[in-house]
């Protein structure tokens, strides 16, 4: 590499020859990154024949952002094991989340200012106040938060995953202004209060009345008769008496250890139709997970809104208004 008596060279040649400077060397020298073979008489540093490919390789690791404890565990293997291996790996995997969740910011803020920009220029100030409040790129801790406070305090902890899984939207990884306001609109919504009085008021009945095993059964048999209902609410079919109905309705009368009759049914129906709504939280949640302009994604709530009909239909209670 070097064409002094020893085969080593001073700094100021490696670096020139790397195309970094002195200082960029001595830092990765200070850094334990690039061994000094030797100092010459004057206390200078010297190089090793392999300095010029580890200073390239560190060059070429440093360049993808890659921090110093990283650079140092991928050379350690190569030196050990003559190649990078799984430490290559697992840093450019952790380097692209990092990327990905930078990326997603930097969407969510551009979508974001698109909501403020494009807003009449009196509603500027509150449209910024209430999508301020939202990170970038957004949580949903809070949407958590409130079911887990309107949620049985019995339910065991798979089901309130599940459940979580299914009524907390998840925000689009290529966000629109529409979908950036209304999760904004979302967080405020379920940011107040949700328990002793509050939640009493909300909460269903049949919630109020299922313990641990009860409750567990009840949100797992209501998950599989929103997704039937989802399907033909896709479909554009009406509210009809099917597989999707008897699922809803065997989930309560499990729930609370009863049969399924044409009884049962039409105390379900008005039950649940006296039961307390949060339409706003589930329109929102549409507007979240559903394209632009284009036809709103069944939830959970507009699935119930549906299975409820039917049962109304099938044991000719009357719709609330």
Same mark, same amino acid.
């Given at each position: 590499?070097?064409?002094?008596?020893?085969?080593?060279?001073?700094?100021? @040649?490696?670096?020139?020859?790397?195309? +970094?400077?002195?200082?960029?060397?001595?830092?990765?020298?200070?850094?334990?990154?690039?061994?000094?073979?030797?100092?010459?008489?004057?206390?200078?540093?010297?190089?090793?024949?392999?300095?010029?490919?580890?200073?390239?390789?560190?060059?070429? /690791?440093?360049?993808?952002?890659?921090?110093?404890?990283? +650079?140092?565990?991928?050379?350690?293997?190569?030196?050990?094991?003559?190649?990078?291996?799984?430490?290559?790996?697992?840093?450019?995997?952790?380097?692209?989340?990092?990327?990905?969740?930078? /990326?997603?910011?930097?969407?969510?803020?551009?979508?974001?200012?698109?909501?403020?920009?494009?807003?009449?220029?009196? @509603?500027?100030?509150?449209?910024?106040?209430?999508?301020?409040?939202?990170?970038?790129?957004?949580?949903?801790?809070?949407?958590?938060?409130?079911?887990?406070?309107? /949620?049985?305090?019995?339910?065991?902890?798979?089901? +309130?995953?599940?459940?979580?899984?299914?009524?907390?939207?998840?925000?689009?990884?290529?966000?629109?202004?529409?979908?950036?306001?209304?999760?904004?609109?979302?967080?405020?919504?379920?940011?107040?209060?949700?328990?002793?009085?509050?939640?009493?008021?909300?909460?269903?009945?049949?919630?109020?009345?299922?313990?641990?095993?009860?409750?567990?059964?009840?949100?797992?048999?209501?998950?599989?008769?929103?997704?039937?209902?989802?399907?033909?609410?896709?479909?554009?079919?009406?509210?009809?008496?099917?597989?999707?109905?008897?699922?809803?309705?065997?989930?309560?009368?499990?729930?609370?250890?009863?049969?399924?009759?044409?009884?049962?049914?039409?105390?379900?129906?008005?039950?649940?139709?006296?039961?307390?709504?949060?339409?706003?939280?589930?329109?929102?949640?549409?507007?979240?997970?559903?394209?632009?302009?284009?036809?709103?994604?069944?939830?959970?709530?507009?699935?119930?809104?549906?299975?409820?009909?039917?049962?109304?239909?099938?044991?000719?209670?009357?719709?609330?208004?």
């Amino acid at each position: 590499m070097c064409a002094s008596y020893d085969g080593l060279c001073g700094i100021g @040649e490696l670096a020139e020859r790397a195309g +970094v400077s002195v200082k960029t060397v001595r830092f990765y020298s200070d850094s334990g990154l690039l061994p000094e073979a030797s100092r010459s008489a004057g206390g200078h540093r010297r190089y090793g024949p392999d300095s010029l490919e580890r200073l390239r390789m560190i060059r070429s /690791l440093r360049t993808m952002d890659l921090p110093v404890s990283a +650079v140092r565990r991928i050379l350690d293997e190569e030196e050990t094991a003559g190649s990078p291996g799984s430490a290559l790996e697992d840093a450019v995997a952790g380097q692209l989340r990092t990327l990905g969740s930078q /990326l997603a910011a930097l969407r969510w803020r551009e979508a974001a200012l698109r909501a403020v920009q494009e807003c009449p220029a009196a @509603e500027r100030a509150g449209r910024l106040r209430l999508i301020g409040a939202v990170t970038a790129p957004p949580t949903t801790a809070p949407l958590a938060r409130f079911w887990r406070g309107w /949620l049985p305090p019995r339910m065991p902890a798979r089901s +309130v995953a599940a459940f979580l899984e299914a009524a907390v939207p998840q925000p689009p990884d290529n966000p629109d202004p529409v979908h950036v306001l209304a999760f904004a609109r979302l967080c405020a919504l379920v940011s107040g209060p949700c328990d002793g009085e509050e939640r009493s008021r909300t909460q269903p009945h049949a919630h109020k009345e299922a313990d641990a095993r009860a409750s567990a059964v009840l949100y797992a048999g209501l998950a599989e008769a929103y997704e039937l209902a989802g399907a033909e609410m896709r479909h554009e079919r009406g509210p009809y008496p099917g597989e999707a109905l008897d699922g809803f309705v065997a989930a309560y009368a499990s729930a609370h250890d009863t049969a399924d009759t044409p009884g049962f049914r039409r105390v379900l129906a008005r039950q649940l139709a006296a039961d307390p709504r949060i339409d706003r939280y589930w329109e929102l949640t549409a507007e979240v997970v559903s394209p632009p302009a284009g036809r709103p994604e069944p939830t959970p709530g507009s699935a119930h809104d549906w299975l409820l009909a039917a049962l109304h239909t099938q044991s000719g209670t009357a719709l609330p208004a």
